[in-house]
């Protein structure tokens, strides 16, 4: 009797142990819960609390697929997840090892590979970037004869250089190699010199893209081969590479590529030769080794990937907030390094402190993935008190409705866009707003007045102006798209 009520008593004390185990929840667990259910929009209605919204609701209500997160804090790689389908014709989920096009976020890492040649004495940041060049030269012209194309004006985008940024090529399309790009007879004009080199900033893959053919020209190797020994393996980044087309042993586990729909992009994704502007294939937890990189190296780490005397100049701001490679910030006294990444099917955003262990990486697959990056980049930063991004505060204001009647009608463009050359959205009240819809792409956008002609909408963050002065009235969405009212 005495083995047999021992027998009960230990198993009644596993039982209870293990439902013990069962209830009890992993702390990280519980933060990435409250963060899932935390997303936050663009702004806040001064008075009101913060509308928290949920990541797969609004994955769905933009039409994305898949998403991949990693946060750093602390100095190290907090938590990292994936959501979602990484390829529907698969049924592969999002796991945290999927790779990502990186787009433009390929930028900082390719520059990562041109400063080590600067740290061995092979390449000088303000040398004519033609000495190092060979088989193609940046075409020497008016504007290249008192001030030239130097690697720390190619890094920071002060080069003077055109092309702006890259389509890809399909499956099916001819993959040119770099000089071919560089001439413009690939599907992207040719890149050349068209101002005086130092004297703007203007973003350019081109020059990126001229840096990579200088990369390759004094290295002797290939841009993926360089950067994977020189870079990617030495940060710990296993599951990243430059190589375009996708090298077969990456092929395992990817990401395909969604149009702003949600549907699949034909052929799974793009190709891009333009390795050193948009090659890059990551995940956001081999990004955050970028970042754990870059900090410890500013920590004083002496055997990093770069020197500090190199990292600190990498950190030094040049015009429009710009480093050797990334975009620069400052958050109460500290430096901020970000980039944004956006390929065809593919948006991205990486932000984070140089001088404390705080970061977070978002990676989508799809066009519409923006602005729910925005969100949970906003959800985390706020979570954590990162203050890397947050949301902004607005006042309304009430207007009479005839005040917003008077705004109401259909407005056209003043251009074509996406091949409709008129391009109309119909604009009416609803209540104390003003509705808008499109009827060329079936978006509809809910706006509220800040001003008697000043709108915004409060999920999106769009800003809308109506010039009710203006013959025909007019209105300017986003600063940028100018509509008239049509009679």
Known sequence: MKSLSYLITLLCFLLFSCGNQETQTDPIQNEISAIENGLIPPFVVKGDSIQKMNIYERMEHYHVPGVSIA?????????????????????????????????????????????????????????DINT?????????NQFTETEKVTLERLLTHTAGMTVHGFPGYTQTDTFPDIITVLEGKGNTPAIFVDTIPGSIWRYSGGGYTVMEKAVEDVSGQPLDVFLAENVLKPIGMNHSTFGQPLPQNYQVNFSAAYDNEGKLIDGLYHNYPEQAAAGLWTTPSDLAKYY??????RASKTDGVLSKVIVDQMLTEHKNHWGLGPALGERDGKVVFAHGGKNAGFSNDMMGYADQGDAIIVMTSADQGVRLMSEILRGISHYYKMNLRNAGEIELVDLSQEQLKQLAGSYQLDRPLNGIESYVVE?????????????????????????????VDLTTGDRVKFQPSENPVGMLWGGSFQFYKED
């Open 71 to 127: 946060v750093v804090k602390d100095g190290k790689l907090h938590w990292a997840k994936g959501y979602g389908i990484a390829n529907t014709k698969s049924g592969d989920s999002v796991t945290t090892e999927t790779i990502f096009q990186a787009g433009s976020i390929s930028k900082p890492l390719a520059a990562l590979g041109a400063l080590k040649l600067v740290q061995e004495g092979k390449m000088e940041l303000n040398e």
């Open 132 to 140: 190092y060049l060979q088989g193609w030269k940046v075409p020497e």
């Open 292 to 297: 754990l990189e870059i900090q410890a190296i």
């Open 427 to 455: 604009v009416s009240v609803k209540g104390k707003h003003i509705f808008v819809y499109d009827p060329n792409n079936g978006d509809e956008n809910l706006l509220s007045p800040t001003s008697e002609t000043d709108f």
